[in-house]
């Protein structure tokens, strides 16, 4: 799929990713945004993002322009969704995307059906930035796409160290830094550098987590009482359930934080023995083999033998 030959006759294009957004997402929504101004500075266009997005990408060119409100409520020739896995992901934005008279999914979930008209989905890319940057014509990336690609990147990848990093994601990374922004900077202070209380809760979480299984599972929790007791939001929690996964032995490693009563986010992530975004899956949420993430409902002890059922099955 060509980026621009999908958007040529249009006047106006609506981009958007995934509730809750995390590097990839409003990394490939901004780049998407820089890379068709250049390419056509005529053309409107609109980033829409939920309401109170991580300040740490506030670097990215575009970050300050994007439209938090979702209104007006405008109808878009074209909607470009991004890192979402499916319709219900892109929160309020779905209605942009319901109205746009052509709409474009660029993504790298398995899970994803290909909701759109048009569907690029690569379940082998390590991010959506990936997939992106496969789409776009090279004379019209300039240094802030390739800062946004390269942001998408390192933060799917975990700083290019999980297993979706391919030949493929490493020579996209080596042409990236051919272009003139600080990586290295981008690598320690959007993903290494935590706040103080983030520590703190991240030391909370690994000191009251819990071994099963045999050592093979590791699970714990943040409720409110302590994300209110640290005064942390729930973006401020990414990370933790890679540290959990850290543990020497652990095959899954699970982490979840209240949303509401007996509500909670949980993500997973996997080794790779067990599928871990089938299981996802099967209580309505979604993801990668090795990563993904539901929302359930139930005590805390209610969602983690729920779960580990499922995760017996494939052990
Ligand atoms: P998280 O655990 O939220 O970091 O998410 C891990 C992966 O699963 C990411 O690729 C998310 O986009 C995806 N994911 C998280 N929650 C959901 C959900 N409720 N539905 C579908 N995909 C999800
Ligand atoms: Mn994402
Ligand atoms: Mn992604």
Not at 249 to 263: D, L, S
Request: with cysteine; charged share 25%.
């Amino acid at each position: 799929m060509n980026l621009l030959k999908e958007t040529a006759g249009a006047k106006s294009v609506a981009i958007a990713g995934h509730i809750r957004p995390d590097g990839d997402c409003i990394s490939s929504t901004l780049a998407v945004r820089a890379y068709l101004l250049n390419a056509r500075p005529d053309l409107k266009v609109t980033v829409f993002t939920q309401d109170n997005p991580p300040t740490i990408f506030s670097y990215l060119e575009g970050y300050g322009d994007m439209n938090l409100t979702y209104s007006p409520k405008e109808k878009y020739d074209v909607f470009i969704s991004l890192d979402a896995s499916s319709p219900d992901r892109l929160g309020e934005a779905l209605w942009f995307f319901d109205e746009a008279d052509k709409t474009i999914c660029v993504d790298h979930h398995e899970t994803n059906p290909g909701f759109a008209d048009v569907n690029e989905i690569d379940p082998d890319a390590c991010s959506t930035c990936e997939v992106l940057y496969d789409t776009f014509d090279k004379e019209h990336i300039n240094d802030a796409v390739a800062e946004c690609l390269f942001s998408g990147i390192v933060h799917d990848s975990g700083v290019f160290q999980y297993s979706n990093m391919s030949k493929h994601s490493f020579n996209i990374v080596g042409e990236l830094i051919g272009y003139d922004f600080d990586g290295p900077k981008i690598i320690r202070e959007t993903f290494y550098e935590k706040s103080y209380v983030q520590n703190q809760i991240l030391g909370r979480a690994l000191l009251e987590s819990i071994l099963f299984m045999d050592g093979r599972c590791i699970v714990s929790m943040v409720d409110r009482k302590m994300m209110d007791f640290y005064n942390v939001l729930p973006k401020h929690l990414d990370g933790i359930v890679n540290q959990l996964k850290n543990t020497r032995g652990v095959e899954v490693a699970i982490f979840m934080y209240e949303m509401g009563t007996q509500r909670f986010k949980v993500s997973m992530r996997s080794n790779g023995l067990v599928n871990v975004a089938k299981i996802a899956m099967l209580f309505g949420g979604g993801g990668h083999d090795r990563a993904a993430g539901v929302e359930m409902n139930g005590t805390y002890y209610d969602i983690i033998n729920a779960l580990s059922r499922e995760i017996a099955k494939q052990m």
